[in-house]
């Protein structure tokens, strides 16, 4: 399985960059997480459209689903110039009316995330995070190895469980230490790396980052708790599990 950070911004990308987006390969399998704004342009550095083969939405703000819309026509042209349908498969949970704009007829088909225990060789499960707005984390699992992922969300006893032991954990790090607790939903460098120590993970990558301050102060306050490999994500990195 590897893992290629396709953005690494929370809110809105920096200049020439994306918001927080992953492309999780495995066997030839193409599985996209989130679809904020920027991550189109960053996918299509590692993989075509017609070679992408389902998206996984955490939720519904706009810097996890505002290049959704771009992806509807991409695969409507992409679809119309290989005289083929390819429909693609959009995972995202239905406790949302925006559930109903992940379809676009014949070309991008939304499914209930919640119901999902397979998607290609991906063993799926998800849990909900604390956030504004209902959004899952997500763990996928092949031959044996696994990944999770936070999503957006703020510190929560529950994530011990539900990341243990994985191989690599990609938690979000929005915040800096002193802003613990007052903003909500969201959580610092050194809550992320304090969940990676008690959940014995083997790798960190932090991501979902804000747009002040040095984040690398967020790095070394995940490392100051978390006595592993802990990495501020990079863009068009290759994490291999």
Not at 161 to 185: C, H, M, P, R, W
Request: hydrophobic residues 40%; charged residues 20%.
């Amino acid at each position: 399985m590897e893992v290629i950070p396709l953005g690494v911004w929370g809110g809105y990308p920096k200049a020439n960059s994306a918001t927080s987006s992953f492309l999780v390969k495995e066997n030839g399998f193409n599985l996209l997480i989130d679809c904020g704004s920027g991550v189109l342009a960053s996918l299509q550095n590692y993989v075509s459209i017609q070679e992408l083969d389902a998206v996984i939405i955490t939720h519904y703000h706009h810097d996890h689903i505002a290049d959704v819309g771009a992806l509807y026509y991409a695969k409507l042209i992409q679809n119309q110039l290989s005289n083929e349908t390819k429909t693609l498969p959009i995972y995202a949970h239905t406790k949302d009316s925006q559930f109903r704009a992940m379809q676009y007829e014949g070309h991008m088909e939304a499914k209930d995330l919640e119901e999902a225990s397979k998607i290609g060789p991906f063993t799926i499960s998800t849990t909900p995070t604390v956030h504004p707005v209902y959004c899952l984390a997500l763990r996928l699992e092949v031959n044996g190895k696994s990944v999770v992922f936070t999503a957006d969300t703020g510190w929560t006893e529950r994530f011990i469980s539900f990341a243990q032991k994985t191989d690599l954990l990609v938690s979000e790090a929005n915040l800096y230490q002193q802003y613990e607790g007052k903003i909500a939903g969201h959580m610092s460098g050194r809550q992320a790396g304090m969940l990676a120590e008690k959940a014995k993970i083997k790798q960190l990558i932090l991501t979902h980052l804000p747009h002040f301050g040095d984040v690398q102060d967020i790095l070394e306050e995940a490392q100051k708790e978390y006595t592993g490999d802990a990495q501020i994500a990079k863009v068009g990195s290759m994490y291999t599990i």
